[in-house]
C-alpha cells in the first residue's frame, strides 16, 4: 500500500500568513520594504558628512527661500525658486504664479528637493534599496502637495466661486457614486459608451480556433488581393487584445487588413483557480505555437510574419528563438511592440521585483491561484500616481468635473489575472535572473538563445515607457545577430503604439542596423536619428511589404477540412470573461 505524502505543514501556513497580509498590504512585502529602510537608515546615520550637508542644505535653502518668498509675495512675476522637473504638470496653470499659492507651490517643491537629496547617494546603500526609499518618499510627500487640497488649490477656488460651490457638490456627488460603485462592485456596463463587440473590437472577422488557453481570430479581408505571408498578433495577456482593435478609427487591425494583409489575433483566456499550474511552456505551446499550426492550416506552406506586444513580444520573441534552434523555419520576420528582452534596466517596475518580494507574491498567489487584477494594477497606479491617483481626485472630487472616458480608459479598465505558475516563473527567469538575455531561458529540454534568430525584425519602443523603458527595449541590437530596423515613438507604452495615421502630435525616429554594423549606444543612437512627424504605423507597413513575398487571393475564414472550422464571430467569447 502507498503511503501519501504529508502535507508541507509548515510551508502552508507562512503562505497562508502571507497571502492574508497581502490583502492589506496590496501586495507589498513588509520585509522587502522593511530591508531598504534600514539599508538607508543605518548607513545615513552613520554618514555624519552626509548628515552635515543634509542640515547645511536645509538651512541655506530655507533661509535663501524666505528671502524669495517674501519678493513674491509682492511680486506674482517673480522667477520661480525651484523649476520643476520636465513633466511635472501640477504647477502649471497660472493661477500658481499669484501669492500666497506661488509661496505653497515653491515651498513644497523645495521639499521634494530636499527629500531626494537626502534618500540619494547614501554611501552603502545598495541601489535597489536607495531607489525603493526614494520612490516612497515621492509617494509620502504626494499626500501633502497643494494641488490636493481645496483650500490650497487655486483652481478649485476659483472655480468653487465661480459657480457658487456647485462645483464641490458635484465632486462630493462624484466621490459618492464611486464609492457606491467600488462596494457593490458594479462597473455599469450597461452605461459605458464603449462597449466590447459594439464601438470596440468590432473589425469583422471569426473564431477558427480554441483550446483552453487562446482563441484564435480570422480577420475578414476588405482588398481583392492580400500579401502572400499572413500575420499572427500575440498581445500581452496581462490585458485584453482589443487594445489593436480599439474605435474604427485606432484599430491597428483594421489598418492592416485595409493594407492588404491577412491579420490573425490571439484573444487569451482568462485565468482562474483551475488554471494555477500553466506555465510559461503552456502560454508558449498553447499560444503561440497552436495559432501558428491553425495558420499553416489556412495558409499552407506560407511563412508567418509574427507580431508581439509587451509581454506578448517577449514571448514572440521567446518562439522566434526556439523555432530558430529546431530549425523550423515557418516565421517571415519578427516585430516587437514595447517588448523587454533584458530586463537588467526594466525601469521603475523593478521597485517592486527583489527575492523578499517575489516570495511575498508568489505565497499571495499560492493562496489563490492566481495574481489578481487589482494587485496588478496597484503597482501600474503607483508608478503613474499623478496621472491615475491625484489628478483624478483633482478633477472629479474638487473641480467636479465629469470623469471622462475614452477607449484607451475603458481597455484599460479590463485587465485580466495571472496564473500562480507562469507569472512566477516569468518574474523569476526573467526580471529577476535575466535568464533570456544570459542564454539560460529553458525552453523545453535545452535553453534558448536569441542570436539564433535570423529573421528580420521590426521593434518599437516610446519615449515616456513605465513599463518598458526604452532604453530597455533598445538592448535588442546586442541580443540578436539580424537586421534590426528600430523604432523610437512619442507617447507612452499604450498611448505610443495606438498611434494610427492623422493622431495628431504623433512622431517617430527609425533606424536600421544590420549584424556588420558597430554598437550604436542608445543615447547616441537617439542623436543620430531625425525625428519625424506622423505615426510610425506607415513605415511598418512598408516594412511588412518590403518583407513579404508578393500577392495572393484573400484565403478562405478558416479550414474545416483540416480541423479548424469557423466557431463563432469576432471578437469571440475569451475576451467577455471577468
Aim: glycine share 6%; with cysteine; hydrophobic share 40%.
Amino acid at each position: 500500500m502507498t503511503r501519501m505524502p504529508f502535507p508541507d505543514i509548515k510551508n502552508s501556513i507562512d503562505r497562508v500568513i502571507h497571502a492574508i497580509e497581502g490583502r492589506h498590504t496590496n501586495g507589498l512585502s513588509p520585509a522587502s520594504l522593511t530591508l531598504a529602510y534600514m539599508d538607508w537608515l543605518i548607513h545615513t546615520s552613520h554618514s555624519p558628512g552626509k548628515l552635515n550637508e543634509l542640515l547645511e542644505n536645509i538651512l541655506r535653502k530655507s533661509s535663501a527661500f524666505g528671502l524669495w518668498a517674501a519678493r513674491a509675495s509682492l511680486d506674482s512675476n517673480a522667477a520661480p525658486f525651484i523649476q520643476s522637473l520636465p513633466g511635472d504638470r501640477r504647477f502649471n496653470d497660472p493661477a500658481w504664479k499669484r501669492f500666497p499659492y506661488n509661496v505653497m507651490a515653491q515651498g513644497f517643491l523645495l521639499q521634494e528637493q530636499w527629500w531626494h537629496y537626502a534618500t540619494t547617494g547614501i554611501p552603502g546603500v545598495a541601489k535597489h534599496h536607495e531607489n525603493v526609499v526614494s520612490f516612497a518618499a515621492r509617494q509620502c510627500l504626494d499626500l501633502f502637495s497643494p494641488t490636493n487640497y481645496p483650500f490650497t488649490n487655486p483652481t478649485v477656488v476659483e472655480k468653487a466661486i465661480s459657480t457658487g460651490g456647485q462645483s464641490l457638490a458635484k465632486g462630493m456627488q462624484n466621490l459618492m457614486e464611486d464609492l457606491q460603485h467600488s462596494l457593490l462592485e458594479d462597473k455599469n456596463p450597461d452605461d459605458q459608451p464603449f462597449v466590447v463587440g459594439k464601438q470596440l473590437a468590432c473589425t469583422p472577422g471569426k473564431v477558427i480556433f480554441r483550446n483552453r488557453l487562446i482563441e484564435l481570430i480570422q480577420y475578414s479581408p476588405t482588398t481583392d488581393k492580400v500579401a502572400a505571408e499572413p500575420i499572427l498578433i500575440t498581445p500581452a495577456w496581462i490585458m485584453k487584445y482589443y487594445i489593436l482593435d480599439l474605435s474604427e478609427h485606432n484599430s491597428m487591425v483594421r489598418y492592416l487588413v485595409d493594407k492588404g494583409h491577412t491579420v490573425f489575433m490571439i484573444s487569451w483566456h482568462n485565468p482562474d483557480a483551475r488554471d494555477r499550474d500553466m506555465g510559461m511552456s503552456d502560454y508558449l505551446n498553447l499560444g503561440v505555437m497552436d495559432a501558428l499550426k491553425a495558420i499553416n492550416a489556412v495558409l499552407p506552406e506560407r511563412k508567418v510574419h509574427l507580431v508581439g506586444y509587451c509581454l506578448g513580444g517577449t514571448l514572440a520573441t521567446i518562439a522566434a528563438a526556439a523555432m530558430s534552434r529546431d530549425n523550423d523555419d515557418r516565421l517571415q520576420s519578427l516585430t516587437m511592440f514595447t517588448a523587454q528582452t533584458d530586463f537588467t534596466e526594466a525601469g521603475e517596475l523593478m521597485l517592486f521585483i527583489d527575492e523578499s518580494q517575489l516570495t511575498y507574491m508568489e505565497d499571495i498567489m499560492w493562496d489563490k491561484g492566481y495574481l489578481d487584477t487589482q494587485q496588478m494594477a496597484g503597482a501600474f497606479t503607483l508608478l503613474r500616481s499623478y496621472d491615475l491617483i491625484w489628478s483624478r481626485i483633482v478633477s472629479e472630487y474638487l473641480l467636479g468635473e465629469s470623469p471622462r472616458v475614452n477607449d484607451l480608459m475603458t481597455w484599460n479598465a479590463d485587465s485580466t489575472r495571472m496564473p500562480y505558475k507562469m507569472h512566477s516563473e516569468y518574474l523569476r527567469h526573467l526580471f529577476l535572473n535575466n535568464d533570456l538575455a544570459s542564454g539560460r531561458f529553458p525552453v523545453g529540454e535545452r535553453p534558448i538563445s536569441l542570436r539564433d534568430i535570423r529573421v528580420p525584425v521590426f521593434c518599437v519602443a516610446t519615449q515616456t515607457d513605465h513599463v518598458a523603458p526604452w532604453r530597455s527595449v533598445y538592448k535588442v541590437h546586442d541580443l540578436m545577430n539580424t537586421e534590426v530596423t528600430f523604432a523610437l515613438t512619442s507617447g507612452g507604452h499604450n498611448a505610443g503604439i495606438v498611434s494610427e495615421p492623422g493622431h495628431p502630435r504623433r512622431s517617430y525616429q527609425l533606424g536600421v542596423q544590420t549584424p556588420e554594423d558597430k554598437h550604436i549606444p542608445a543615447d547616441d543612437w537617439l542623436l543620430r536619428h531625425d525625428s519625424r512627424d506622423g505615426s510610425w504605423w506607415e513605415p511598418w507597413s512598408d516594412w511588412l511589404t518590403q518583407h513579404s513575398t508578393g500577392q495572393i487571393k484573400p484565403p478562405a475564414m478558416g479550414n474545416a477540412d483540416a480541423g479548424y472550422p469557423v466557431i463563432a464571430p469576432a471578437p469571440g467569447t475569451y475576451v467577455f470573461e471577468r
